[in-house]
């Protein structure tokens, strides 16, 4: 009896010590680590970032298969915010606060990015950003996977003003109306200040999310560029509205030799479904193309198409890979590296052990996340819109470049330190 009695005593003190977190190891070993990702999955941004769910879902499977992080299984919980910002606020907070993630991999648009911010910074989360961007912060709480002005959009400009790029000397600066494309204008006017570009040779014109009816733009920029020196355009355009925009770029007949335009919010998957024959020779600066040859990004490609079949996607046999997908892939291994450097996943931790994470990447380059600006160094590379929807890369950077989160062209940056604020 005397036996039984000891036996029920230690059964209630297990269920107890389970119940308040103190069980033993081999219950922990059990669980998973579980890791949010937050896209639009319906709405005017749903073009764009729903290749990037996939993407992360993919990169969690592969991880998995390889043995997870630390022995756990990495379990992801998938939220939809739907194009709507506000939304992104609520929707980290349920992941942080209801679901308990670990960590978040998640937003396209900046203002996405900025309204989820506070919430990050209160609830002390981790957020993995895959997107160029229009720098101008640096926060604890965030690692920048894409690329800063520097890495994209400064270089495209450089391209276009060069003989190669065709000696454009009046620009278009032609973006969707919110933060990332007015404050990337504002660092492109300032460097083509910088270079003797008066403002009268600079046209700047914004429309809202899911515009449609380019005509009326088009026809101005056609007006613009007739006036006696060479235009290029450059293009913030964002979401579902780059395919109204492109195909009436056909229709008017405004080809690259006369009016090049380069973009930096469309990619190989953006022009799927689009015919782009009309649009062969216009641009597009990113850190990443899936034309660019070599074994790594060979594999990457074949992993997302066999991922896409498995997955029964929407037109699996015609899926792309693309810069963002690349950054969502290499953010995601390195936060898998930080973790197993840290022996936790504990924010702060895990934050230290990012500094110096190396991580070989599609683009064919060893991609360094800096010591101390928690932004990747990244190459560069401009292609040219070929008629299978694909780039030509006909300018790129030797090597990675370091991330400039606060451009030198904007007064008063030089006073900025080059390191999150801990607070």
Same mark, same amino acid.
């Given at each position: 009896?005397?036996?039984?009695?000891?036996?029920?005593?230690?059964?209630?003190?297990?269920?107890?010590?389970?119940?308040?977190?103190?069980?033993?190891?081999?219950?922990?070993?059990?669980?998973?680590?579980? =890791?949010?990702? @937050?896209? %639009?999955?319906? $709405?005017?941004? &749903?073009?764009?970032?729903?290749? !990037?769910?996939?993407?992360?879902?993919?990169?969690?499977?592969?991880?998995?298969?390889?043995?997870?992080?630390?022995?756990?299984?990495?379990?992801?919980?998938?939220?939809?915010?739907?194009?709507?910002?506000?939304?992104?606020?609520?929707?980290?907070?349920?992941?942080?606060?209801?679901?308990?993630?670990?960590?978040?991999?998640?937003?396209?648009?900046?203002?996405?990015?900025?309204?989820?911010?506070?919430?990050?910074?209160?609830?002390?989360?981790?957020?993995?950003?895959?997107?160029?961007?229009?720098?101008?912060?640096?926060?604890?709480?965030?690692?920048?996977?894409?690329?800063?002005?520097?890495?994209?959009?400064?270089?495209? =400009?450089?391209? @276009?003003? %060069?003989?190669? $790029?065709?000696? &454009?000397?009046?620009?278009?600066? !032609?973006?969707?109306?919110?933060?990332?494309?007015?404050?990337?204008?504002?660092?492109?006017?300032?460097?083509?200040?910088?270079?003797?570009?008066?403002?009268a040779d600079i046209m700047e014109e914004y429309t809202p999310f899911g515009h449609s009816d380019y005509q009326t733009i088009i026809a101005k920029i056609k007006k613009f560029a007739g006036e006696g020196k060479k235009t290029a355009?450059?293009?913030?355009?964002?979401?579902?509205?780059?395919?109204?925009?492109?195909?009436e770029l056909g229709n008017a007949g405004l080809k690259a030799t006369d009016v090049p335009v380069v973009a930096f919010s469309v990619g190989e998957e953006e022009l799927r479904g689009v015919d782009t024959k009309p649009l062969m020779?216009?641009?597009?600066?990113?850190?990443?193309?899936?034309?660019?040859?070599?074994?790594?990004?060979?594999?990457?490609?074949?992993?997302?198409?066999?991922?896409?079949?498995?997955?029964?996607?929407?037109?699996?046999?015609?899926?792309?890979?693309?810069?963002?997908?690349?950054?969502?892939?290499?953010?995601?291994?390195?936060?898998?590296?930080?973790?197993?450097?840290?022996?936790?996943?504990?924010?702060?931790?895990?934050?230290?052990?990012?500094?110096?994470?190396?991580?070989?990447?599609?683009?064919?380059?060893?991609?360094?996340?800096?010591?101390?600006?928690?932004?990747?160094?990244?190459?560069?590379?401009?292609?040219?819109?070929?008629?299978?929807?694909?780039?030509?890369?006909?300018?790129?950077?030797?090597?990675?470049?370091?991330?400039?989160?606060?451009?030198?062209?904007?007064?008063?940056?030089?006073?900025?330190?080059?390191?999150?604020?801990?607070?």
């Open positions: 009896m005397q036996t039984r009695r000891n036996f029920l005593k230690m059964t209630v003190l297990s269920s107890l010590l389970t119940l308040s977190g103190l069980a033993s190891f081999s219950v922990h070993a059990a669980e998973t680590i579980k =890791v949010g990702i @937050l896209h %639009s999955l319906s $709405g005017t941004m &749903a073009i764009s970032e729903t290749a !990037l769910k996939e993407t992360a879902l993919m990169t969690i499977a592969q991880i998995n298969k390889s043995g997870g992080v630390m022995g756990k299984m990495l379990e992801p919980v998938v939220v939809d915010p739907a194009s709507n910002w506000p939304l992104f606020a609520e929707r980290s907070r349920q992941l942080l606060s209801k679901d308990k993630v670990d960590v978040v991999f998640g937003c396209w648009t900046s203002v996405s990015r900025k309204s989820v911010l506070p919430v990050f910074k209160e609830l002390n989360g981790l957020l993995f950003y895959p997107v160029q961007y229009e720098g101008e912060e640096l926060e604890k709480n965030v690692f920048y996977t894409g690329a800063a002005p520097n890495q994209q959009a400064i270089p495209a =400009v450089e391209y @276009l003003m %060069s003989k190669d $790029g065709g000696s &454009a000397k009046r620009f278009v600066l !032609l973006g969707t109306d919110y933060v990332y494309p007015r404050t990337t204008n504002k660092i492109l006017r300032a460097f083509l200040h910088s270079k003797g570009i008066k403002d355009v450059v293009s913030t355009i964002n979401g579902d509205s780059n395919v109204p925009f492109y195909k020779g216009h641009l597009a600066a990113w850190n990443y193309f899936q034309s660019i040859k070599n074994p790594t990004n060979t594999a990457f490609i074949k992993m997302y198409r066999d991922w896409a079949k498995s997955q029964k996607l929407p037109n699996a046999d015609t899926v792309v890979t693309n810069d963002p997908m690349e950054a969502t892939y290499i953010g995601i291994h390195m936060w898998k590296q930080a973790v197993e450097k840290a022996k936790s996943t504990d924010v702060d931790k895990v934050i230290a052990a990012m500094a110096g994470q190396t991580f070989k990447a599609p683009s064919g380059f060893v991609v360094k996340m800096d010591e101390k600006n928690h932004h990747l160094h990244k190459p560069v590379f401009i292609g040219e819109v070929k008629g299978d929807g694909q780039f030509n890369v006909v300018w790129k950077t030797k090597g990675p470049i370091r991330a400039q989160p606060w451009s030198p062209y904007i007064p008063g940056n030089d006073k900025k330190k080059d390191v999150p604020d801990s607070k």
